[in-house]
Every structure is written in structure tokens, then in C-alpha cells.
């Protein structure tokens, strides 16, 4: 009887996933405790998990044995990436600040050297930021007005880049490139905003306008439109203040809240998280929607500077509740910053960083952390970003210390394939090792190759190049595991010229795609991915967001699939499309969604 009732489950697992309605196993520990539970006004009703990794494919994934490879991809941009965003017309923007000193990038002689405000209005004969054409390793120069040291960004619906904030002139301004333009420089508006934010986060919210949060003695947050032009609404968020460790005394902060992480959850609220505390709140108004448990262990964001992440959004054809899923890692203890900060002791102690990760479903009733498997190693200042088939990857960072000049010791060089839904121990795979430390103000991105970009750090005040930690201008490419040469005949292909590239909330579009040997994609064994490119600095991936939309049908190389249903999954923009099958992707393509 067993054997017969296996025979019929195996033959409807492809038609059960067409209608997307598998439960999910518990997430946690391998499946014996009940599933997640969200809070819908009508008690505590199970309902079907929608984050199940296990789920994705009809048969076992392939399990590259590939550790994954890394190549010079330039051997000098001449810019350190303290912030990075890889823009849809496939150029690459990051800039550091301008107010202390030279870059490794000269202009041309005979350029006029612009007289720089922030540094006593001197001529400025340096350039501080660039576009990185990734598919050629070129880049051309940009020109920063404000110092947009330590600044937050995002992309608008058009795919502009908005720069927010920064410093000293800068500490309020907007820069915006044109994505529509291939030698298009940045726009600035000095004052635009209305609080201060240097060490601040954004997040897009449904309607393609943004939230900017927090920085530095800024206690609020604001909204920002898509646009040049706009008057400021500023909000109170009390909560920013009550998360700040106090200073030291004058000119001595600790703080342990900055670069606060931000989520945009399927409600439409935000999910905030700063120093070791949580909260969600209504972006219109600022009204505290739930409270949750302190995180033990430390402190996550600035300078400690752990990493968090969203995981992927998994939809159905019929929008069933989606559950959303948090995990933050890394970090270090509420005292290491003023252990090893020249601004507090003369003698540095080098902290070890937290090694731990744990993982929340805000949206459940009885919300609470859930510790995750440990990292194979400490982390602090590390990435944490999407990778094309739905898995993650932590890289770069330090095993002691915290962001600042100088702060950190050890460089952590072994990057880390995450799979969040395999079982207890098995959940992270040690990858092959850089040999160039990537350390505080370094970035990585996603590339719609399915490669990694990897760029930038700087311990120091200065560039500096003659220290154990050298000003980092060297861009590096890394391949992660689904990369295997040996799977090359599993990759998938998609056909731009036959696919529908912009999509509609709700709607059914369609990808033309085979494997690179032409053999047609099967029901069951092909996934979706749409990515939204982050904007990128000390350690946080703002509005990184990955979509997994349901399959309705795979007929004669064509995938039917369903857009997602909303802003509130979905912020208007462009995304990476890739097309996974049995967890090898192949390259994807740009879309829009609205």
C-alpha cells in the first residue's frame, strides 16, 4: 500500500508544483516542529509554507562539485567601491568620498580641476567615482558634487540611480544618473532632503518612491519621489534614538545602529532592524506596527556591521499568503567599536566577530528569532547577496574588529554558498578562497552573467598602499559553484528577441528558453528568478530583492509564468530575469516590471 501511494505522489509532484500548492517542511531544523504561522486576524491557522527550497523542482538539483574560481577582471579602476550599484544598462557606479584627498585616478592633463567645497574649495584634480562597463572591465570617470562619503542609495522605476546624502556638503544633497544615458554623469541637488544622512538606508517603497532612514544624529526618516523636484516629508522615528549606544563623550560616538537594515515586506510595512532590536511601521505614517524580542549576541549594524538579508519570495499561481523570511549574521559585541577605534583607546583590541546567524518570519503571529547553523567563521563588515538560482552567498569582511579606519585584523577571504532550506549542518559550503582582502568599504554585485563583481576596500583615512591591508583597486570576478564547467550543457539559454521583457502586476508573460544544447526545459525542473539590484555599501545590500514567480506551463520551449501581484511584492523597476534549471542558471536578461 506505502509503495502504491509513492507511485501516485511521484507522478503528481510535477502538476502539484504547476499549482504551486506543496507545503513546506519546517525551515529550522529539518522538518519536526509545525510549519510557519501568519498572523491574518483569524487565530493561529497553519498555512502552507511558500519558502520551501525543497520544493523548487520536481527531482534532486544538481550539486556542483565545483568550488567556484576568481579572476582579475581589471587590474586598477582607480576608485576604491565604498558604494556600489550595478545600473540596468549594464554600467557599474561606485564612488567613495571627496573630502579626504586623492584617488588613484588622475584626470587627463589639461582637464580643468574642479575647486572641491569640501576641501577648502582647492582645486580637485582627482576623480572620486566611475561607471564600470562589466562586460568590457572599462570605465569612464564621474563627477561628485557634496561628498557622498558614507551615503545610501536605490534605483527609481525609470532605473536612475539616486545617491542620498553623505557629508559635510553633501550631507543632504541628491545625485541622480541617467540610466538612459551610456555617458551620462551624475545631476546633484545640494539640500534636497530634509534631515541629514550620513550612515543612513533606503528602501524603495510600492509606488517607486523611497524611504531614507537613520544616519548619523538622525533620528527619522523621510520619503523621497522618483523625481528632482519634491518637498520633503520628514517622520519622527523615535525608535533610531532609543537604539543608539550613547557617545563616549564629544566627538567619541559608539552608536552600533547605523546603516540600519530595511526590508519592505508583502504588507506593505517596513521591517527595521538597528543595533540588536526590530520593529515594523507603517511608511505613510510612521506608526509602530509590532514590536519583537531583542537578538541576543551583539550588535548587527554600524560599526559592528553584520549583514542581513530577505530571502526569496516565493508566489503562486493562485497569490497564496507569502511568507516572508529574514536571517542576519555577523556583527560583534556591543563594546568592540570603542575597544579598537582610535577615537577611544590607543592601544587597539581586536574582538573576535560574531559567528552566528538567525532568522525571523516578521509577518507570524508570534514572531520570534530562530537561531540558524553558525557560519563556518567569524564575520563582520561581510556581504550577503542573491545568487541567480535563489541561493546566497556571504563574502568579503574580517574575523575581528569592526568597520572604521583601521578597526579590523584578519581578513576573511573564503566565501560561503548558503542554501537556507537544506537541513541543520548542511546549510553552508565553504568556497574557494581570494587572496586580495576585501574589508571595510569593499562591495560585490550580482551580475547578470550569474557572476560576481567584487571591489573596493579601504582601512584607511587616505589610500594607502605600503600596509598589511592596501587600498584595494583591483576589480575581481568570482564564479560561484552552479559555474561548474561540467554542467555546462544544463545551463539554460533564454531567447531575449521571444520573451516578454516588461511585465505586468499579475499578469501571465512568457520566456523562450532551452538548455545550451537545445533540449527543451521540462515542467518541474525549471525556476524563475527576478532580481532587484542592490545598492551596495559596508556590508548591506539595500533593496536587494529576489522575486520567484509561479510556473504555470513549460510547451515547446516556452515557460508561462505569473507576474508578480504588486508593488508591495514587487517595487516598479527594472530586474534581472534568470531562468535556473535544477539549480544551474544560465544567463539572464533585463526586465521591467509595473
Not at 31 to 54: S, T
Not at 97 to 107: N, P, V
Not at 117 to 131: E, F, K, L, R, T
Not at 433 to 442: E, G, L, V
Request: include cysteine; charge should be negative; proline fraction near 11%.
Amino acid at each position: 500500500m506505502a509503495s502504491s501511494i509513492k507511485t501516485v505522489i511521484l507522478f503528481l509532484l510535477p502538476l502539484l508544483l504547476a499549482y504551486s500548492v506543496l507545503a513546506a517542511p519546517d525551515i529550522t531544523d529539518g522538518g519536526d516542529k509545525p510549519g510557519p504561522q501568519v498572523d491574518d486576524g483569524g487565530g493561529d491557522k497553519p498555512v502552507p509554507g511558500n519558502n520551501d527550497g525543497a520544493s523548487d523542482y520536481a527531482k534532486p538539483a544538481f550539486e556542483p562539485e565545483f568550488m567556484g574560481a576568481w579572476v582579475i577582471d581589471n587590474p586598477n579602476a582607480g576608485v576604491a567601491a565604498m558604494q556600489l550599484q550595478l545600473m540596468p544598462n549594464d554600467q557599474i557606479v561606485w564612488f567613495d568620498t571627496t573630502s579626504l584627498g586623492a584617488s588613484g585616478y588622475k584626470l587627463p592633463e589639461g582637464t580643468p580641476c574642479p575647486n572641491n567645497p569640501d576641501a577648502n574649495n582647492q582645486p580637485d584634480c582627482y576623480v572620486h567615482g566611475i561607471a564600470y562597463d562589466w562586460k568590457t572591465s572599462k570605465y569612464r570617470p564621474l563627477t561628485l558634487q557634496g561628498d557622498a562619503w558614507c551615503s545610501s542609495g536605490n534605483l527609481w522605476p525609470n532605473g536612475n540611480l539616486m545617491a542620498t546624502g553623505g557629508t559635510f556638503s553633501g550631507d543632504k544633497a541628491i545625485r541622480v544618473i541617467a540610466n538612459d544615458d551610456p555617458n551620462g554623469d551624475f545631476t546633484t541637488k545640494i539640500g534636497a532632503l530634509a534631515d541629514t544622512r550620513w550612515y543612513s538606508s533606503n528602501q524603495v517603497l510600492p509606488d517607486g518612491s523611497s524611504v531614507v532612514l537613520g544616519g548619523r544624529d538622525s533620528y527619522s526618516y523621510e520619503i523621497v519621489p522618483p523625481q528632482m523636484e519634491f518637498k520633503p516629508r520628514r517622520f519622527d522615528l523615535p525608535f533610531m534614538q532609543q537604539t543608539t549606544e550613547p557617545p563616549l563623550g564629544p566627538g567619541r560616538p559608539v552608536e552600533n545602529n547605523l546603516y540600519p537594515f530595511l526590508f519592505l515586506l508583502p504588507d506593505g510595512n517596513i521591517f527595521l532592524f538597528a543595533n540588536n532590536r526590530a520593529i515594523t511601521f507603517e511608511p505613510a505614517t510612521g506608526k509602530t506596527v509590532k514590536e519583537f524580542p531583542v537578538l541576543p549576541g551583539g550588535s548587527r549594524n554600524y560599526p559592528p556591521s553584520g549583514s542581513a538579508a530577505l530571502f526569496p519570495l516565493k508566489l503562486t499561481a493562485d497569490n497564496a499568503p507569502v511568507i516572508p523570511e529574514i536571517v542576519i549574521c555577523g556583527g560583534n559585541k556591543p563594546n568592540a567599536y570603542e575597544l579598537v577605534d582610535a577615537r577611544h583607546v590607543t592601544e587597539k583590541q581586536f574582538l573576535p566577530a560574531l559567528q552566528d546567524c538567525n532568522r525571523i518570519q516578521p509577518m507570524a503571529a508570534d514572531a520570534a528569532w530562530i537561531p540558524e547553523q553558525n557560519m563556518p567563521s567569524p564575520r563582520t563588515m561581510g556581504d550577503l547577496i542573491h545568487l541567480a538560482n535563489g541561493d546566497m552567498l556571504m563574502l568579503n569582511g574580517a574575523k575581528k574588529g569592526t568597520s572604521g579606519w583601521e578597526d579590523a585584523t584578519e581578513a576573511n577571504l573564503t566565501p560561503v554558498l548558503y542554501t537556507p532550506y537544506k537541513p541543520m549542518g548542511q546549510r553552508f559550503k565553504e568556497l574557494s578562497p581570494t587572496t586580495i582582502a576585501r574589508m571595510y568599504h569593499s562591495c560585490s554585485a550580482l551580475l547578470p552573467d550569474t557572476r560576481v563583481l567584487v571591489a573596493g576596500s579601504n582601512m584607511h583615512q587616505f589610500y594607502t598602499f605600503d600596509t598589511e591591508f592596501p587600498t584595494e583597486l583591483r576589480v575581481e570576478k568570482f564564479s560561484p559553484p552552479y559555474l561548474d564547467p561540467a554542467l555546462e550543457p544544463e545551463r539554460t539559454q533564454i531567447d531575449p528577441a521571444n520573451t516578454d521583457v516588461v511585465l505586468k502586476y499579475g499578469k501571465p508573460f512568457k520566456i523562450t528558453a532551452a538548455l545550451m544544447e537545445k533540449q527543451p526545459l521540462v515542467l518541474g525542473e525549471v525556476k524563475v528568478t527576478l532580481l532587484y539590484p542592490p545598492f551596495t555599501t559596508h556590508g548591506f545590500s539595500q533593496n536587494q530583492r529576489m522575486i520567484v514567480p509561479a510556473i504555470t506551463s513549460v510547451e515547446n520551449g516556452v515557460i508561462t509564468a505569473i507576474a508578480p501581484p504588486s508593488g508591495e511584492i514587487a517595487p516598479p523597476g527594472y530586474y534581472i530575469m534568470f531562468v535556473s534549471h535544477l539549480g544551474i542558471p544560465g544567463a539572464g536578461i533585463w526586465v521591467h516590471i509595473d
